[in-house]
C-alpha cells in the first residue's frame, strides 16, 4: 500500500456573502497516495479550486480535518502554514504567476530564497533542474521574453525546486494553445512516471484529465465519483463456449 500524503476527513468550506452561505465544499473524504496523479474534474462552480487550495493550505476549512504527510494542520497558525506550504507544496497556476522583472533561472530559484537555502545550493539545484529538464536555452530570458508554453515550463520548475511532497496544478493549461497544452500535459505525466512526482490536476477538461490514473468528479463541492486505476485495462469477458 502506498503512503497516504494527503488525507480529507469530512472537509467543507463555505463562505458567507452578505446574508448567502455558499458550500464550495462540503464533506469531502479523500485520501490521495505518494506517486499518484489525480485530476479533479467537474462544471465551473463545482468547487474544483477551492478543493485545490484547502490541500495546498492556501484555505483553511470550515469543518473538518486535513492532514498532509503525517501532518494535521487543523492547529496551524498562518505563519506556520506558510512555512509548511512552503517546504511541502507546490503550485502551478493558470496565469503562470511568474515574476516579471526576475529571469527564468531566478524565479525557479526564488522558493529556495524563501526558504533560506544557502546561495551556492541554490544555485547548484537551480542548475541541475534547468539541466534535467533541458531548458538552459531559456537562462537569462526575462517572462516577457517567453512563449506561454516555456512560461509554463518555468513555473513548473520553480513549484519543483523544494521538491514538495506534492504538486497542485490548477488548470495549468487553461491559457495555452492546444498543443502547447498537450506538451505541458505530457510533461506532468512524465514528471509522475519518471519521477514519481505526486499530482493532483485541476481541470474542467476531461480529455486532459486522462492523462492521470485517477479522477475524481465534483458536483455542488461534494466528490460523486472517484474513479480509480485508470491505466489498468479491464479484460475482455471471455465468451461463452
Ligand atoms: N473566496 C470566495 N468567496 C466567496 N465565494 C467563493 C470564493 N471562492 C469560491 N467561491 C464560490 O465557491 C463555489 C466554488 O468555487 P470554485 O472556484 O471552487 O469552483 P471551480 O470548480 O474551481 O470553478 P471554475 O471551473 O469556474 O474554476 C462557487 O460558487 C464560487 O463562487
Ligand atoms: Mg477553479
Redesign the pocket.
Same mark, same amino acid.
Given at each position: 500500500m502506498r503512503t497516504e500524503i494527503v488525507e480529507c476527513d469530512n472537509v467543507s468550506k463555505h463562505?458567507i456573502?452578505g446574508t448567502n452561505v455558499?458550500k464550495?465544499?462540503q464533506g469531502v473524504d479523500m485520501i490521495l497516495r505518494e506517486g499518484e496523479f489525480t485530476s479533479i474534474v %467537474?462544471? *465551473?462552480? *463545482? %468547487?474544483?479550486?477551492?478543493?485545490?487550495?484547502l490541500i495546498g493550505t492556501l484555505e483553511v476549512p470550515t469543518r473538518g480535518k486535513i492532514i498532509i504527510n503525517n501532518t494535521d494542520l487543523s492547529s496551524f497558525s498562518n505563519y506556520e502554514l506558510t512555512n509548511f506550504r512552503r517546504k511541502n507544496l507546490g503550485f502551478v497556476f493558470q496565469f503562470f504567476n511568474l515574476i516579471e522583472g526576475l529571469t527564468s533561472e531566478e524565479n525557479i530559484e526564488l522558493p529556495l530564497i524563501f526558504d533560506s537555502v544557502p546561495y551556492e545550493e541554490r544555485k547548484t539545484r537551480v542548475n541541475q533542474i534547468i539541466k534535467e529538464f533541458d531548458l538552459e536555452h531559456l537562462n537569462g530570458k526575462f517572462p516577457e521574453e517567453l512563449s506561454s508554453g516555456e512560461r509554463q515550463r518555468v513555473a513548473i520548475m520553480r513549484a519543483l525546486i523544494n521538491n514538495p511532497v506534492m504538486l497542485l496544478a490548477?488548470?495549468p493549461t487553461g491559457n495555452l494553445d492546444t498543443k502547447t497544452g498537450q506538451a505541458v500535459l505530457d510533461l506532468f505525466k512524465e514528471l509522475n512516471e519518471e519521477r514519481g512526482t505526486s499530482i493532483a490536476l485541476?481541470t474542467?477538461d476531461l480529455a486532459a484529465a486522462k492523462r492521470a490514473k485517477r479522477i475524481l468528479h465534483?458536483h455542488d463541492?461534494k466528490i460523486t465519483f472517484d474513479q480509480q486505476d485508470l491505466d489498468v485495462e479491464i479484460p475482455e469477458p471471455k465468451s461463452k463456449i
Amino acid at each position: 500500500m502506498r503512503t497516504e500524503i494527503v488525507e480529507c476527513d469530512n472537509v467543507s468550506k463555505h463562505f458567507i456573502i452578505g446574508t448567502n452561505v455558499v458550500k464550495a465544499v462540503q464533506g469531502v473524504d479523500m485520501i490521495l497516495r505518494e506517486g499518484e496523479f489525480t485530476s479533479i474534474v %467537474g462544471p *465551473s462552480g *463545482s %468547487g474544483k479550486t477551492t478543493l485545490l487550495n484547502l490541500i495546498g493550505t492556501l484555505e483553511v476549512p470550515t469543518r473538518g480535518k486535513i492532514i498532509i504527510n503525517n501532518t494535521d494542520l487543523s492547529s496551524f497558525s498562518n505563519y506556520e502554514l506558510t512555512n509548511f506550504r512552503r517546504k511541502n507544496l507546490g503550485f502551478v497556476f493558470q496565469f503562470f504567476n511568474l515574476i516579471e522583472g526576475l529571469t527564468s533561472e531566478e524565479n525557479i530559484e526564488l522558493p529556495l530564497i524563501f526558504d533560506s537555502v544557502p546561495y551556492e545550493e541554490r544555485k547548484t539545484r537551480v542548475n541541475q533542474i534547468i539541466k534535467e529538464f533541458d531548458l538552459e536555452h531559456l537562462n537569462g530570458k526575462f517572462p516577457e521574453e517567453l512563449s506561454s508554453g516555456e512560461r509554463q515550463r518555468v513555473a513548473i520548475m520553480r513549484a519543483l525546486i523544494n521538491n514538495p511532497v506534492m504538486l497542485l496544478a490548477d488548470e495549468p493549461t487553461g491559457n495555452l494553445d492546444t498543443k502547447t497544452g498537450q506538451a505541458v500535459l505530457d510533461l506532468f505525466k512524465e514528471l509522475n512516471e519518471e519521477r514519481g512526482t505526486s499530482i493532483a490536476l485541476v481541470t474542467h477538461d476531461l480529455a486532459a484529465a486522462k492523462r492521470a490514473k485517477r479522477i475524481l468528479h465534483m458536483h455542488d463541492g461534494k466528490i460523486t465519483f472517484d474513479q480509480q486505476d485508470l491505466d489498468v485495462e479491464i479484460p475482455e469477458p471471455k465468451s461463452k463456449i
